[in-house]
């Protein structure tokens, strides 16, 4: 309904090319991962949780939960929580007697909220006005309040702008993002890489798999279809969701990733010879890179 109109310049879209590849842009085509979360979400969750006696603990947990595991690139409400039960169960932790923050009424209301965002918080807590919910909003106030503090000057991933390039050529590029659309905007445009992409699919014209399916289904032939990302739960799933391929951009290792793209991957996706063997080393690859459990339990 209201993703109705947003994405209608989507639906509308006319392909110049027989391919398609999809980009998404934070932590794959931009590197904004590592800065948003070490720097703006980490000494946060350290501040508004008071968990200063553990931070070096918070720290590695954290980042092990947003960038080096399989959460990578999830909802950040759930990843909060993710985070306060893997510090739970740590020696180090207990050792020092610091308890987890009692966050129930956060869990209840991750689990029955369909639009995870402060919009949604926003309203939950006007109608309760719980104390934890209340807490967790400031929290993620404070978060964006850093982002917009902080993040700037954040640059496209090398390899990026090449790739682009040599993808425009034979495919129409688009940028698949639950990023805002003004700041995607923006950001594309700073750089000089908006010229590269046909469109901009931002946060208000769906989730990742709706965009993708909106900009190619019934428009490409089976194979011509390709997601570029560095989400498993999102980037991923859009592609597999809509029998697109999928090429990862392995976090870490970000500029090989693309480094292969552009020297390798992408050829192989216009002669016909990604399907199989070649996806599935790629999938294996990018998954070792984004364990379950954390390294510190084994
Ligand atoms: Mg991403």
């Given at each position: 309904?209201?993703?109705?109109?947003?994405?209608?310049?989507?639906?509308?879209?006319?392909?110049?090319?027989?391919?398609?590849?999809?980009?998404?842009?934070?932590?794959?085509?931009?590197?904004?991962?590592?800065?948003?979360?070490?720097?703006?979400?980490?000494?946060?969750?350290?501040?508004?949780?008071?968990?200063?006696?553990?931070?070096?603990?918070?720290?590695?947990?954290?980042?092990?939960?947003?960038?080096?595991?399989?959460?990578?690139?999830?909802?950040?409400?759930?990843?909060?929580?993710?985070?306060?039960?893997?510090?739970?169960?740590?020696?180090?932790?207990?050792?020092?007697?610091?308890?987890?923050?009692?966050?129930?009424?956060?869990?209840?209301?991750?689990?029955?909220?369909?639009?995870?965002?402060?919009?949604?918080?926003?309203?939950?807590?006007?109608?309760?006005?719980?104390?934890?919910?209340?807490?967790?909003?400031?929290?993620?106030?404070?978060?964006?309040?850093?982002?917009?503090?902080?993040?700037k000057g954040v640059t496209p991933m090398t390899y990026v702008r090449e790739s682009l390039a040599k993808a425009q050529e034979h495919a129409d590029v688009m940028v698949v993002s639950t990023t805002p659309y003004e700041a995607?905007?923006?950001?594309?445009?700073?750089?000089?890489?908006?010229?590269?992409?046909?469109?901009?699919?931002?946060?208000?014209?769906?989730?990742?798999?709706?965009?993708?399916?909106?900009?190619?289904?019934?428009?490409?032939?089976?194979?011509?279809?390709?997601?570029?990302?560095?989400?498993?739960?999102?980037?991923?799933?859009?592609?597999?969701?809509?029998?697109?391929?999928?090429?990862?951009?392995?976090?870490?290792?970000?500029?090989?990733?693309?480094?292969?793209?552009?020297?390798?991957?992408?050829?192989?996706?216009?002669?016909?010879?990604?399907?199989?063997?070649?996806?599935?080393?790629?999938?294996?690859?990018?998954?070792?890179?984004?364990?379950?459990?954390?390294?510190?339990?084994?």
């Amino acid at each position: 309904m209201e993703d109705y109109d947003a994405a209608k310049s989507l639906k509308d879209f006319k392909p110049k090319h027989q391919f398609f590849v999809a980009v998404d842009s934070d932590g794959s085509a931009f590197d904004s991962m590592e800065i948003k979360h070490k720097e703006c979400f980490i000494p946060n969750i350290i501040k508004y949780w008071n968990l200063q006696g553990v931070s070096k603990y918070v720290r590695q947990t954290a980042e092990f939960v947003n960038l080096y595991s399989k959460w990578r690139g999830k909802n950040r409400f759930p990843c909060l929580l993710r985070v306060f039960d893997l510090l739970a169960e740590r020696e180090e932790v207990k050792k020092r007697g610091i308890k987890m923050p009692e966050v129930q009424a956060l869990r209840d209301w991750v689990k029955e909220e369909p639009k995870l965002g402060n919009p949604a918080l926003e309203k939950k807590v006007a109608e309760t006005n719980d104390p934890v919910l209340k807490h967790t909003l400031e929290w993620s106030k404070a978060v964006n309040a850093t982002i917009a503090d902080i993040v700037k000057g954040v640059t496209p991933m090398t390899y990026v702008r090449e790739s682009l390039a040599k993808a425009q050529e034979h495919a129409d590029v688009m940028v698949v993002s639950t990023t805002p659309y003004e700041a995607l905007e923006r950001e594309w445009e700073e750089h000089d890489i908006a010229r590269y992409v046909e469109i901009i699919g931002g946060q208000e014209m769906g989730t990742k798999p709706v965009m993708l399916g909106y900009a190619t289904k019934g428009k490409y032939e089976q194979g011509h279809v390709l997601m570029i990302g560095d989400g498993p739960g999102t980037d991923m799933r859009a592609a597999k969701e809509n029998n697109a391929f999928f090429y990862p951009i392995n976090p870490g290792h970000e500029e090989e990733s693309w480094k292969r793209f552009y020297e390798e991957a992408f050829d192989k996706f216009i002669e016909g010879a990604y399907a199989g063997q070649y996806q599935e080393m790629l999938i294996e690859e990018f998954n070792q890179y984004l364990p379950e459990d954390p390294p510190w339990t084994k």
